[in-house]
């Protein structure tokens, strides 16, 4: 089930309040979790906070791939979006899918975003594999974020879930998808990515 859960900046009026969006997965979309506490809603908090007009969209679709993520951008993209967050590959590792695919479809992910609206900042959220992948795959998906941002020139976060992967206590019972207090650490990873952009 497709989870788009919005945050409207209160008592901001709807002409200046611009969009950020997230696109992404369970990460995004908080598995596990209330939708209050995944990190797209902290980071909403962290804006209504500074006094920022902005309101928060988290298209967060728990299992979606990048292949997913294309055939689903368009309708996405109904809306209007000044910075667009993609949080998009995970599972593709998981699954051991070819590198190389996630990258044409996250870079089409890109064109499709920027011929949509010229003017948005994009931003992309890198992940790691875990090494029981094999080394070479590993290595192969790690390189993929920083060879789409170059080729792009889109802000990279090099690692979303740094400082939360492999720790057991920032993690649901499933390894994979991080507690609220993981959720904590992620938002301000993003933050800091995001805030020379607002």
Not at 23 to 52: C, H, N, V
């Amino acid at each position: 089930m497709l989870l788009l859960c919005v945050w409207l900046a209160a008592g901001l009026p709807a002409a200046e309040t611009r969009i950020l969006l997230f696109f992404g997965d369970s990460l995004t979309a908080g598995y596990g979790l209330d939708p209050d506490e995944a990190y797209p809603a902290l980071i909403q908090r962290k804006l209504d906070a500074s006094g920022r007009a902005w309101r928060v969209v988290n298209a967060g679709l728990s299992g979606e791939t990048t292949a997913g993520g294309l055939r689903r951008l368009d309708w996405i993209l109904r809306q209007p979006v000044d910075i667009f967050v993609i949080e998009l590959g995970g599972n593709d590792g998981l699954r051991g899918i070819d590198p190389e695919t996630s990258r044409s479809n996250l870079e089409a992910m890109i064109r499709r975003v920027r011929e949509k609206y010229p003017s948005v900042k994009i931003v992309l959220s890198g992940m790691q594999m875990p090494t029981n992948m094999g080394p070479a795959y590993t290595s192969q998906f790690a390189a993929m974020y920083p060879a789409v941002a170059q080729r792009t020139s889109v802000v990279l976060i090099p690692f979303l879930l740094e400082g939360v992967g492999g720790v057991p206590e920032l993690n649901l019972p499933d390894g994979i998808h991080p507690t609220a207090e993981g959720h904590k650490i992620v938002a301000e990873t993003v933050w800091r990515a995001l805030q020379p952009l607002l």
